[in-house]
């Protein structure tokens, strides 16, 4: 199993909405196109070069970005 499907399946049990686990999901496997990495090869400067290419810079913008980072990574 891929990792984009087990962390839909972490989200399924953990009871998030379906408009939260799409958005989860879609930065998760856009980010993993951007690496070009496996999961546990991932940087954490590549979290930041991903987010400085990528994210909207408002404080909330922020997090709810990077919030599915850290689901997938099991970062908290």
Known sequence: MDEPNKLELELDSGGFSSK???????????????????????????????????????VEKINIQLNPFKKFLNIR
């Open 20 to 58: 939260t686990k799409k958005s989860y999901l879609f930065f998760v496997k856009d980010f993993l196109i951007f690496v070009k990495n496996k999961p546990h090869d991932i940087k954490e400067d590549d979290i930041k070069r991903y987010s400085k290419r990528k994210i909207c810079f408002s």
